[in-house]
């Protein structure tokens, strides 16, 4: 990676504002939107099987990418889930499934198994062992916390990105990004992100925003955790905790520049 291209991407997403269709789960709407919203994109939630073909519909007249999160799962949510992303395949609209906890049951497992054959994604996003579980590889998870290290989930991530024709990104102390064939190492951000609930899902959704403006699905999946990482760091700085870590990372992800970005890159 490249400071340059990392911040082409934020410009570009500051530029065209993509829209991000979102169905993803209550915990984490606030916290993902307002993400959304600060690097430059223009979220939307919206989970009802009614109008989520609409919605995408909306999104791909104006640019823009489909997240699907399935942390708090219903029968009802999963076929919206599943019908979305129908549509957005049918619409060239790009895909991000984070797979919230799979792994921890057998519904989760299934859901993600059943998206998966429904329509082809374009990143996959998750921690080690939901991938491991994606992959249908024996995993344990804390509930929806990894059991493991990206490490363990390296071979199988790339196997997954290859099955699939998809991105994997894989979160962890160092993230991991493949395409199957490639791998970018992604060495940013601070211990104290994981006791903020939904900075994962956050990942995720800017993930989407960064698909939106980028075809090349391993660059915009790298970049997209390269800059979590990065506000991560800023926002950890003057923080004293966790409470005043999430509010200062919205305003790191606002006020990133280029400057911050070459100077906290860490190339592996």
């Known amino acids: 990676m490249q400071a340059e291209t990392i911040w082409a991407d934020v410009e570009a997403i500051r530029k065209r504002s993509p829209l991000v269709h979102n169905i993803t789960n209550y915990v984490v709407m606030n916290t993902t939107a307002n993400a959304l919203l600060a690097l430059g994109a223009s979220p939307v939630m919206a989970h009802a099987v009614e109008e989520v073909a609409d919605m995408v519909g909306l999104t791909r007249a104006v640019g823009g990418a489909l997240v699907i999160n399935i942390g708090t799962l219903s029968a009802a949510w999963v076929d919206a889930m599943e019908k979305a ?16 906890g799979a792994g921890a049951t057998p519904l989760r497992t299934a859901a993600c198994a059943r998206l998966l ?46 099955q699939r024709g998809c991105v994997v990104s894989v979160s962890g102390a160092v993230d991991l990004v493949t395409d199957g064939s490639r791998v970018i190492e992604v060495r940013q951000g601070v211990p104290m992100m994981t006791r903020v609930t939904g900075l994962g899902c956050t990942a995720s959704a800017l993930t989407g925003a960064f698909v939106a403006v980028n075809g090349d699905r391993l660059a915009a999946a790298a970049h997209a955790m390269a800059v979590m990482g990065m506000a991560g760091e800023i ?17 790191a ?12 890159l860490v190339r592996s």
Not at 253 to 264: D, K, Q, S, T, V
Request: proline share 4%; glycine share 14%; no cysteine.
């Open 235 to 251: 926002a950890a700085e003057g923080a004293e905790g966790p409470g005043s870590l999430q509010v200062r990372f919205i305003d």
């Open 85 to 100: 992303m129908r549509a957005a395949a049918g619409a060239g609209v790009p895909i991000v499934l984070d797979p919230v």
């Open 253 to 264: 992800l606002y006020n990133l520049g280029h400057g911050e970005i070459a100077a906290r």
């Open 117 to 162: 054959d429904a329509a082809p994604v374009a990143v996959i996003r998750g921690n080690a062992s939901e991938i491991l579980a994606v992959a249908g590889e024996a995993a344990r998870a804390r509930g929806v916390d990894s059991a493991h290290g990206t490490d363990a989930a390296l071979a199988v991530a790339r196997g997954l990105a290859r």
